[in-house]
Structure formats: C-alpha cells, structure tokens
C-alpha cells in the first residue's frame, strides 16, 4: 500500500513503460467497465501487461483486462489502459491515480477518461453515452483525496483550480464528432462515489437533487490528479443501467459489463471520430 509516491518513484514507472515503446504516444485512453474491447482496434498495437510493470496497480475486477495498448487510432499515436483500479478494491487513492501521473511523467498532454456508469437523469437509458462536463468529487471531497500529501510541486500547484476539470475545447470535439457520427451523445455531471456498494434511493435521489446526472465508482480521482498535472481531459460516460430512484429494480455488475457490448462500438466511433479532429 502506497500513501504517496515521489516523483523519482512514478519516474521508474514510467521508464519501464518507455522501455516497451516504440512510439511518442500522444494521448492517452483510460477504459472503464466492459469498455476494453475497443482497444481492439488499435492499429500496430503493442501490448504491454499490467504485471510487466513493476509497481503498477492490477485490477481484481471482472471486466477489466489488465494491459495497456499502444499504437495507432485514426493516425494519433495512443496509450489505452484497458482496465483501472478503484479505490473499494482497497487501493490507495495515490495507487489509484499512479497511472495518470505515469502519463504525465512520459509527457502524454491528453486523457480521453471512459467509464461505466448509472443513469440519474431520467432522460438517459442503457446503451447511451454521455458527455461529462463536470464532476462531484463525493468520494474525496470530505477527505480521501487524491492530491492529500506532498505536493509534487514539479507537475501542479498545492491547491490546483478545478474550474474547467474537463476541457471545453475537447467537449465541444465531441460534440462535433457525435454529430457527424450520428451518435446521441448527452451531457451531464458524473458523481464519484467510492462504492462497491451501488446507492439505495435515498443516496440516488440525494444525487439527484445535488445535480448529477450519472453515477459511478471512478474516474473523479484520475480527473482531478490530471488536472493538478496540466493534463486536459475529455470525459465520456457509458450508460449502463438506469439508477434505481424508486427501489423496484435491482442493479448488478452482469447489467454493466452487458450494456458494455452495446456501448463498445459507440464508444469507439465517438472517440475514432473525436481523434480525427484533436
Ligand atoms: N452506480 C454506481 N456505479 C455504477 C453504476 C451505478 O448504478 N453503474 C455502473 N457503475
């Protein structure tokens, strides 16, 4: 267990990493639950397992593979992470986002974040995506952040602005890109929450009402630690159930990684899309 890494620490990460690459990647692919298929098209793909790499955080999490694919995707060099860790799987939030320190350290400017996530807004269903345009950090608000130790004052600032976590510019990208890929995309705020438990009524209406549209148990820490590091982030959400508000329907991991089947080929349309235009 990890509390806080030094930079020298992320830095051998980081170069065990190099050492597999042939290529500069030039943006980064962080695949949540059911969501690693589209790492499947990768062109020149090299692969490189999580246990390959020492000191890397391995998921124990069915539906995430375990690697990281680097090649081509409509001619932008790219790191996909097929799979992440969370922090209910007893990681530490510094494990947690070693990852998008690592990028950072290899001087990847971009990070497309995907992720699995239940509907709040009534609006979404299955099979949807969504578009975040901001975040409630509920998991690290009140006190297991992220950026809690020393500051690493060589990638960020002690108290980083969240302002825009998520970058317009790249909003406005896929947007455009879903536009012209005939995919709906819709927007909202993603709530972080620790989990593994999924929320009772009481939690999913109390989301409501503090303006989140979608739910999940990732993401937040990795966002605000790119952040911190300059990183610009765009953030896309894969609807895979709809919040149980009312108390009659009951929500399973099977239901996420199903709805990752339906969701995989948008996903990799918006984000092909979404490349051909950063
Ligand atoms: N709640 C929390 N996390 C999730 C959900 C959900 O309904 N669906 C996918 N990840």
């Given at each position: 267990m990890k509390e806080f890494y030094s930079l020298e620490e992320i830095d051998r990460v980081a170069a065990v990493i190099r050492s597999h690459f042939t290529i500069n990647p030039q943006v980064a692919i962080i695949l949540g639950s059911g969501l690693g298929e589209m790492a499947d098209s990768v062109r020149d793909a090299q692969v490189i397992p999580y246990?390959?790499?020492?000191g890397w955080p391995i998921s124990t999490v069915p539906g995430h593979q375990g690697r990281i694919v680097t090649g081509k995707l409509e001619g932008r060099n790219v790191m996909v992470l097929q799979g992440r860790v969370h922090y209910y799987e007893g990681y530490t939030m510094a494990e947690v986002t070693l990852p998008v320190r690592v990028m950072q350290r290899l001087n990847i400017p971009s990070l497309i974040v995907t992720n699995a996530a239940g509907a709040i807004n009534p609006a979404f269903s299955p099979g949807d995506l969504m578009l975040i345009t901001d975040q409630l950090n509920l998991a690290t608000m009140a006190g297991v952040h992220p950026l809690r130790g020393p500051n690493l004052d060589d990638l960020g600032?002690?108290?980083?602005?969240?302002?825009?976590?998520?970058?317009r510019p790249y909003s406005q990208i896929a947007r455009d890109a879903a536009v012209e890929n005939q995919i709906l995309l819709h927007e909202g705020v993603y709530a972080g929450l620790a989990g593994p438990s999924f929320e009772t009524p009481a939690d999913l209406r109390f989301l409501r009402i503090a303006g989140a549209d979608a739910v999940g148990m990732s993401t937040v820490p990795e966002v605000i630690v790119a952040r911190h590091g300059g990183t610009r982030v765009l953030g896309i959400s894969g609807i895979s159930n709809k919040a149980n508000l009312d108390g009659n329907t009951v929500t399973s991991h099977e239901e996420v990684l199903a709805a990752g089947r339906v969701l995989v080929p948008k996903l990799t349309s918006l984000i092909r899309g979404v490349l051909r235009r950063m």
């Open positions: 246990p390959e790499i020492p600032p002690r108290f980083p602005d969240m302002s825009q976590a998520y970058d």
